[in-house]
Structure formats: C-alpha cells, structure tokens
C-alpha cells in the first residue's frame, strides 16, 4: 500500500516509525511544510531561560533516518489541497514546483495552531507566538536585547506561564496576563492554582488575571503598549500563548470533526473516511474521565496515537487505551501535576462529583530535610464513586510518578474506595504508613 502522512512532528513520526519498523514492504511518503522535525516545544522554556544552554538537543528525528528506512520525506512542502474523493494529495514544494500524492491510506498529523488574538496592533514589530522552534529562536533573540526589559505574556497556562519563568530568569520584567481568575484555570481548581500564583509573584512576576488585551498600541512601528480592560502597560515586547486549536483546514470540511474542528475518530484513529486516520493535536481523542472523545492536545497524547493509528494501517487492529490528559509542570521548583478532570471542569462537562482533599508532608514525620508538603485533590463521581481527576502540588518531585497510577485509576474505572485500601509501599525516604494518597482516600465521604 502507499500511505501518506501530513505533518511529520511528533504524532506523524509515531505513526510512520509503526509502519516503517512494524510493516515492511508499504510505500511511506511523509510530507511537512517546516524544514525541522520533532521539536520538543516544551523545550523551550527550559532553552530560553538558560536553564539547558543550547536547543540542538531538542530534537529527536532526522529525515534521513526515515530515508534510510524506505520512506520519502518531502519537507519544506506545504499540502494546499486534498481530493479525497480521487485519494490524492496537492502540495507545493519550497522552489514553488506542485506535487500530487496518490495515496492508499492517509494520515492526517497536522497538530495544531496557536490562536490569535483578535484586536488592534496585531501587526506590530515585537509581538510573537511560541511553536516552532523559529519562533523560540526568534523569542531567544529578543530576549538577548538590552532594551528589551518589559515582556508582557498572554495568557497563564502551560506555555505562559513557563515563558514567563524563562523570561524572569533572563532577567526581565515580565507581567502575566490571563482572562481567567488565576494561571492554569484549565487545568486545576483555584486553591491548587492559587500555590502556583504565590509561587510566581514570590519570584517577581507581575499578575494581571481577569484582564484581558484589548489592543496593542506601537511606536515606529514596535509594540510599546498594552491596553486591557483594566489598564495599560508599557511593554517592550508581547509573547501570545492563549490556546492552540486543531490545524483542519485541509480537511475539515469532508470529514466529521468536533464542534473545535478537532477531525473526529475512533478508537482505531479512523475518520469519518475509511481510508484516512488522524493523529495528535489535529484529531480527537477519547477520555476516559469524560468516557467520550473531547480535545486534548498534548505530545503524550500524539505519540500515542501515532501508534495506534501505525498499527491498525499496518494490518493489526489495535484500540487506543484512551487518555486521561495527564500532565505536570515546574515552575522555579514549585511542581504541579494533575490527570482527568479538575471540580470545575468536571462540572463543566456535567458530571456530578464530589471530591477529597488532604495535605501533609511526602515522606514520614520524622524527617526533617528535605520533606516538603503535598497537597492532594482526588475527583470522585457521587454516583458510581469512579475516580476522575487528580490533582497534586508540591516542591517535592515524587508527585510526578504518583500522578501516573490515577492516570490508570481513571483508565481502568477504579473507585475511591478501591484506592483506599490500594497496596501503596511505604519507606520513611519516600513516603508514609498512611500515605497522604491512602489517607485523602479513606477520608472519602
Ligand atoms: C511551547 C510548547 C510547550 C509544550 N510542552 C508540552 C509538554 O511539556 N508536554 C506535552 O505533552 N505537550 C507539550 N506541548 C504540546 C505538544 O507540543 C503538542 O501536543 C504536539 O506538538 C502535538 O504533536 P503533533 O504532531 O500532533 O502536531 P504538531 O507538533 O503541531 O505538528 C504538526 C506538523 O504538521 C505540519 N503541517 C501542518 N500543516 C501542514 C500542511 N498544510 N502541509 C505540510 N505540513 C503541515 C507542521 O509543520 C508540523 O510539523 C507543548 C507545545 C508548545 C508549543
Ligand atoms: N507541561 C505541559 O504539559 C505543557 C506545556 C506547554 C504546553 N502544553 C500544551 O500545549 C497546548 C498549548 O498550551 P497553551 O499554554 O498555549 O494553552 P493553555 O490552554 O494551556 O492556556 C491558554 C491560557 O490562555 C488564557 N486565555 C485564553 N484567551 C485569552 C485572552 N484573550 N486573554 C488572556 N488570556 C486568555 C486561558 O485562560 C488559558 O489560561 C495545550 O494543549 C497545553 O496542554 C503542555
């Protein structure tokens, strides 16, 4: 078969690594307009603000690697069409040549795109979006300016507001905005979201929440303000991080997709197509807290799909297991992870829950170094009593792994009170007899 594959960042690698090392004898051609790939984008926060000192390190994959695998990766090509009634692809190469890819089967691996902010001044010099690896380039470079001392960031969620340590450790004065009350609103309830808050004016950085950028206003042609609901700041410099949306244009008007133009599929990664899989940021996927398929971009979520989407072309029919939007993020030491649905965004999503808090310290009583607080929030359905988010906060990094086995909690439908009585180890360096997971558990109501 000849297999096609759009966009060749980390959901499309998955997928043609699957089919290239799983399922010899198929013809691949990967097409992607950028001239790199596999950028970790969350690299750049850590790159910018120096705390890895170059980013040649951020990538993974090669094209040549797949060349010498078999495939054919046309980069620097843009697809500007896609006849799926004739099975073709239409691109345009960099020196302007048009292509046209028949293809057997299709995947779509797109990702997604930033979302612009509409309002005056969008033009200006000085006001720059955070993806590609250019534009860290580009973000690298202004920060690296004497007179680049006051960063206005847009929006306080993952990328914001790790933008917005970087920025502070390059030594700038940085305000962060958000529309919502606090920083990752998307992601935790406000008294979890409240420590990161703390944590980030504790280091300097200035908080604008509930503001919201009406315009940007410029000098010789360079952003040198901007004006809110509230206020109006002199800036030097603006970093726009306020949500991606599915990359679907190429297809969204063929296939079935989600209300946000996330193209719908399977458990298989299959389209409303047959012959077209979809992948990553551009596609759907299925949640496990939800128990429905929702929007949920993460580079967890598109490698895993990449494979899922490799195998069922290649000939093995495979499920995916579904995700529970798993995440974590570390600001200047201060660790927040959370899995499944916060309160608020479960109620959001109509699900009736309670929940369960509990605070104490990570490993036991009687150590006195090194033994920082954990605050913990487990979801619960009222009804069935499933477990459906989690959502922890502390200096000490031993969260990350416990995060993972709600993450399979949520996957495997477990209840409250089936964790309660969990076999959790205990050793003094590591943890408690009542552990703070057991006891928030037990307390269930
Ligand atoms: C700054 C930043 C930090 C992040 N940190 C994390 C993190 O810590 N953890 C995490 O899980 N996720 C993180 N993410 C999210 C993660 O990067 C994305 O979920 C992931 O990149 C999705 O992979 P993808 O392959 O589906 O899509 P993308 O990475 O968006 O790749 C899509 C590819 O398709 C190509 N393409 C699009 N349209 C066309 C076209 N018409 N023709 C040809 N090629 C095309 C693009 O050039 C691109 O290479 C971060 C994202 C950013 C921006
Ligand atoms: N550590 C990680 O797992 C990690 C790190 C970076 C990015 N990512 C992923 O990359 C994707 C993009 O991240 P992101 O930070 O851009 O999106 P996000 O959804 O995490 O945050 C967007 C923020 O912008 C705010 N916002 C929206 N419109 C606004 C407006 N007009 N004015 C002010 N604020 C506004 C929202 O309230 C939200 O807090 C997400 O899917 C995220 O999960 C993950």
Redesign the pocket.
């Known amino acids: 078969m000849k297999i096609v594959i759009i966009g060749t960042n980390h959901a499309g690698i998955a997928a043609a690594n699957t089919l290239l090392d799983k399922y010899l004898g198929h013809e691949i051609v990967m097409i992607d307009r950028n001239s790199n790939m596999s950028y970790l984008?969350?690299g750049t926060a850590l790159w910018v603000g120096r705390q890895i000192d170059q980013p040649h390190e951020l990538f993974y994959a090669r094209p040549d690697e797949f060349e010498a695998k078999g495939a054919t990766v046309l980069t620097e090509t843009e697809v500007s069409t896609i006849d799926f009634q004739k099975k073709q692809v239409h691109a345009i190469a960099k020196t302007g040549e048009t292509l046209v890819e028949d293809y057997d089967k299709l995947i779509l691996a797109m990702g997604?795109r930033?979302?612009i902010?509409k309002i005056l001044g969008n033009e200006l010099e000085g006001i720059h979006f955070l993806k590609l690896f250019q534009e860290g380039q580009a973000v690298d470079e202004e920060f690296a300016k004497e007179s680049v001392k006051r960063i206005a960031v847009?929006?306080?969620?993952?990328?914001?507001t790790?933008i917005a340590e970087a920025a502070k450790r390059r030594g700038k004065e940085v305000l962060l905005?958000?529309?919502?009350a606090t920083?990752?609103?998307?992601?935790y309830d406000e008294d979890f979201a409240k420590g990161m808050d703390e944590n980030l004016s504790k280091q300097g950085i200035e908080l604008h929440f509930g503001?919201?950028?009406q315009e940007f206003k410029g000098t010789n042609g360079r952003v040198s303000q901007i004006v809110t609901n509230k206020n109006s700041y002199d800036v030097d410099m603006v970093i726009n991080?306020?949500?991606?949306t599915a990359n679907s244009a190429l297809a969204s008007d063929q296939l079935d997709t989600l209300k946000n133009g996330a193209i719908k599929v399977d458990k298989h990664q299959q389209t409303s197509d047959p012959d077209v899989y979809a992948v990553g940021?551009v596609a759907s996927i299925y949640s496990n807290a939800l128990q429905d398929f929702t929007y949920?971009?993460?580079?967890s979520n598109a490698v895993r799909s990449g494979i899922v989407a490799g195998h069922n072309i290649g000939g093995t029919s495979l499920e995916s297991a579904g995700v529970q939007g798993s995440?974590?993020?570390s600001i200047f030491g201060y660790n927040m992870t959370s899995t499944g649905f916060s309160v608020k965004a479960a109620e959001r999503f109509g699900l009736d829950v309670s929940y369960t808090d509990f605070e104490d310290k990570q490993k036991a009583w009687f150590l006195h170094e090194d033994n920082d607080t954990v605050k913990i929030r487990i979801v619960y359905e009222k009804e069935s009593r499933r477990i459906v988010g989690t959502q922890m906060a502390s200096y000490s990094e031993i969260i990350a792994g416990n995060i993972n086995m709600f993450s399979l909690a949520i996957q495997e439908q477990k209840t409250i009170d089936e964790l309660a009585l969990l076999d959790l180890f205990f050793l003094p360096h590591f943890n408690s007899p009542y552990n703070y997971m057991t006891v928030a558990a037990l307390n269930a109501k």
């Open positions: 984008g969350c997604s930033p979302i902010p847009i929006g306080a969620g993952y990328i914001g790790e905005f958000d529309a919502e920083s990752l609103a998307s992601y503001e919201i950028a991080c306020i949500g991606f940021d949920i971009a993460l580079a995440n974590g993020i």
